[in-house]
Every structure is written in structure tokens, then in C-alpha cells.
């Protein structure tokens, strides 16, 4: 039996932070991954989504610039083999970054599927590891699937998938108006495709505030991507090269939709596969998370295992820049310290489609189900000269107790992914809206109107009437 002090088994994006922050405290560190460290994250999600739709920016850019600005630029086509293959740099240089920081922090990588054989002990590669300080659970998730729905990689696709299918598709039914299917119906749009955004909710993205919601699906409608709302998925037949669907709308209408692929984003599922959770005297909940006992520490009721990422239930948000901050946490409770607990209410929330959306904290709807006296303020970007500028609409909406902390900002509109840190600040020291009006900035730029909505809730209004 090989002795550590940490065991970590999912080497994604909370499983690494957890070794390498454990690992510059001076702990003994096994981490074992099956596949690639930096997980689902950095390999099918994140980082190549993002650089794909850094991609259809630029191609949005150039029909910006001919419609606009009387720059006379077309689009000739798009290499997709060219296309890829820089995506497919980028993420091997990030893949390198992470497996290089891990082998100067002395963490012992171990390529292997892991399973537990007791509370602090571990199987991996032919191994037992035992764990004196603790055992860490990072598995991840991986796309929810509906019954009868296959996915073949190339009709019938997940997001998992979708970005290594072959080519582009001319027409594309993207199930599912959460964030990751509002970014991939925002990607096809861009590269040309025909696409239908399909919801079961009454708006896209139901979990961020509604007047984010109307406003992101007036932008999608005006880019010509058809928005079905309160509509479900009947059944879906690959046929030739396509896939035969049907949907019931709103209004009860039966609709057959051919398209060439069917993405299916109706969010994703715990993995737990394999991990034996039973040896250590742990079970799943309904949904397979593996729920804490303590929040403070994401300890389970089984004292030295911890839980980070996917594998945690709400309020944990599954999303990456969570995850290292839990597994921060995690890496030094293990060290013997006692660190802040993840304050989960000013974690940010980013959808890169176009337009782009960010929010941190509480909707309006939810302060107002709480029964908080709530002021609220919204200014649209076109009020600002940036705003004019990029010409693409968008709006900032600040959501605050009278007399009390800002509770929720909300923004939608270009480039507002790089705007939220302020406001993650801002909720996350609960600010009162006085205090963020005394502080300046620039001019001119988008984030001008998020300092003249504070500046309006502090009494203190310049342009805004």
C-alpha cells in the first residue's frame, strides 16, 4: 500500500486546484485521472467553446463592419479544418500549462480509473493509495441524455460532442435554452447555419432574471435564430443525413422540424460511475450528487472525504470557476487550516453567446420571493457612447435593498463577460449602492453604465432621469 497524505480522484477543474493547492502547502498529493487532466472544462467545454466563439465574433464582426460601417469585407467561407485545428492548439497549450504546473508541484499523476476500497483508501492503476489526511471526490459530470435519444457524433450530438462533429452543419435543432444551448445556437448562427432553439421553460436561461431573458431572446430572434419557448421535443428520427424532429409549440401546434443535427444541451448529470461510493460508506442522492455533510469544509458525513465540483448539489453552481474555488477549500481544510467557505450567492454567471450575459447574486424575483424591500434600476447601453458604438443593444440592471446591500447585477450586451468581476465585489462585500457611486469610471466605455445605475440608486443621478 503507497502512503499519501491527499488522494484525489478527477483531475478537471476542481480536482487539479485541490492538488496544487494542497501540494504548495506542503502535502503529499495522488491525483488519478482516466483521461485528461483538466477535464470535460478544458478538453470539450470551456476553453474550446470559447475559442470557437471567438471565432463567430469574428465573423459577426465582419458583417458588422460591411452593414455598419461601409467596410466592404465578405466572408468567403469558412476552413473548417483551419477552423479547428487553432481551437485544437489552444486547448493542447492549456492541456500542457496544467500537466506542466502539476509535475513542478510534486503531484504524482496517476493515468488510471479510480476507485474507493474504504474511507481513506483508493485503487487506481493496479495500486491501493491510502490517504492519511483525506480523499477527494472530483468526478464530474457529463450531458444529460433523454430516452430514445442516441447520440451518434455526427446527427445526434451532445455538447460534449457538438464542437468535434464533422464540419458545419447547414441546419441545426439545438434542444435545451440554458446557457450552453444558447451559446451553441449563437455559434451555428454565426457560422451560417439555420438554427432552432428549442425550451421547455417559458423563457431562455430561467434560472438568470427575467429581463435578461426577454432582451437575450429579442437579440437571438433579430439574428434570425427561431426561439420556441414552452415548447417540447415530441420525437426525433436520424434519417439520411439528418434528423427527422417534431415539437409541440406554445400554442399546442405540431411542427416537423428536418435538420441536419439535433444538439441536445438539457443540462448535465453527476459521474459516479465505477467510484464505489459503498466501500467508503457514502451513497448518491436522487439526482447522483454526493451531498456534504459540512459546507464549510464540503465534507462528507464520512470524515476525510471531500466533494468538489459537479459531484455537489446546488447551491453549488457546476461551474468552473467554482470548482477551484472549492477546491481551494478543500486543499486547505486538508492542510490543517480554516478557510472562508465558498461564498456561493457572488459567484458569477457568464453565457458567451451574442449577445453575451453576466450576473452575480440574486434575480429581482427572487429578493422579492424573500420578502426584501427591493429598488431596482436598469440603463441600457445605448445610453452610454460605447454603447452607441458597438450598436448591438444590451442593458444593466442593479438589484438592491432599500437602505440596504446590493443584492443582484444583471447585464446583457456585448463584451459583458469582462464586466461582471466589478459587480462580483461589489455583492460579494454586500455594498450598498452609495458606496460603489463614489468610486469613478472610465470614460468611455460599457462599464460607464453600470457606474450610472449606482449612481442613480445612490441619489446621486447624472445622465439618467
Not at 317 to 329: C, D, K, M
Request: proline fraction near 6%.
Amino acid at each position: 500500500m503507497d502512503e499519501t497524505d491527499v488522494i484525489v480522484i478527477g483531475g478537471g477543474t476542481g480536482g487539479y486546484s485541490t492538488a496544487l493547492r494542497a501540494a504548495a502547502l506542503g502535502l503529499d498529493v495522488v491525483l488519478a485521472e482516466r483521461d485528461l487532466v483538466g477535464g470535460t472544462c478544458l478538453h470539450r467545454g470551456c476553453i474550446p467553446s470559447k475559442a470557437m466563439l471567438h471565432a463567430a465574433e469574428l465573423v459577426d464582426g465582419i458583417a458588422e463592419a460591411r452593414d455598419r460601417w461601409g467596410v466592404k469585407a465578405t466572408v468567403d467561407g469558412i476552413d473548417w479544418p483551419a477552423l479547428t485545428a487553432t481551437r485544437d492548439a489552444i486547448v493542447a497549450g492549456n492541456h500542457r500549462g496544467v500537466e506542466a504546473h502539476l509535475a513542478q508541484a510534486g503531484v504524482r499523476v496517476v493515468r488510471a480509473s479510480a476507485r474507493l476500497t474504504g474511507p481513506r483508501t483508493v485503487a487506481a492503476g493496479g495500486q491501493v493509495y491510502a490517504a492519511r489526511r483525506g480523499v477527494v471526490l472530483a468526478t464530474g459530470s457529463r450531458p444529460r441524455l433523454l430516452p430514445g435519444l442516441v447520440p451518434d457524433g455526427r446527427r445526434i450530438v451532445t455538447s460534449d460532442d457538438a464542437l468535434f462533429a464533422p464540419g458545419l452543419p447547414e441546419s441545426v435543432l439545438v434542444l435545451g435554452g440554458g446557457a450552453i444551448g444558447v451559446e451553441y445556437a449563437s455559434l451555428h448562427r454565426s457560422m451560417g447555419a439555420r438554427v432552432v432553439l428549442v425550451e421547455a421553460a417559458d423563457r431562455l436561461l430561467p434560472l438568470e432574471d427575467a429581463d435578461v431573458s426577454r432582451h437575450l431572446g429579442r437579440a437571438l430572434r433579430k439574428r434570425g435564430v427561431e426561439v420556441l419557448t414552452s415548447a417540447l421535443l415530441t420525437s426525433a428520427e436520424p434519417e439520411g443525413e439528418g434528423v427527422r424532429a417534431r415539437v409541440r409549440t406554445a400554442r399546442g401546434e405540431d411542427r416537423e422540424l428536418p435538420v441536419e443535427r439535433l444538439l441536445v444541451a438539457v443540462g448535465r448529470e453527476p459521474v459516479t460511475d465505477g467510484l464505489d461510493l459503498a466501500a467508503a460508506g457514502l451513497a448518491a442522492d436522487a439526482r447522483g450528487h454526493v451531498p456534504p455533510a459540512d459546507w464549510a469544509r464540503l465534507e462528507t458525513a464520512v470524515p476525510g472525504v471531500h466533494v468538489v465540483g459537479d459531484l455537489l448539489p446546488p447551491p453549488s453552481p457546476g461551474l468552473a470557476h467554482a470548482s477551484f474555488a472549492e477546491g481551494l477549500l478543500v486543499a486547505e481544510a486538508l492542510a490543517g487550516g480554516s478557510p472562508r467557505p465558498v461564498d456561493y450567492a457572488a459567484v458569477p454567471r457568464v453565457t458567451y453567446s451574442s449577445p453575451q450575459t453576466a450576473a452575480v447574486g440574486l434575480t429581482e424575483q427572487q429578493a422579492r420571493d424573500r420578502g426584501l424591500d427591493v429598488v431596482v434600476n436598469t440603463m441600457p447601453l445605448t445610453a452610454v457612447a460605447k454603447g452607441m458604438v458597438h450598436g448591438q443593444g444590451g442593458s444593466v440592471k442593479v438589484v438592491a435593498e432599500r437602505q440596504g446591500p446590493v443584492l443582484g447585477v444583471h447585464l446583457v450586451g456585448p463584451n459583458v463577460s469582462e464586466m461582471i468581476a466589478e459587480s462580483q465585489l461589489v455583492v460579494g462585500w454586500e455594498a450598498e449602492a452609495a458606496d460603489v457611486a463614489q468610486h469613478v469610471h472610465p470614460h468611455p466605455t460599457l462599464s460607464e453604465a453600470v457606474g450610472e445605475v449606482f449612481l442613480t440608486l445612490g441619489g446621486r443621478a447624472l445622465h439618467q432621469v
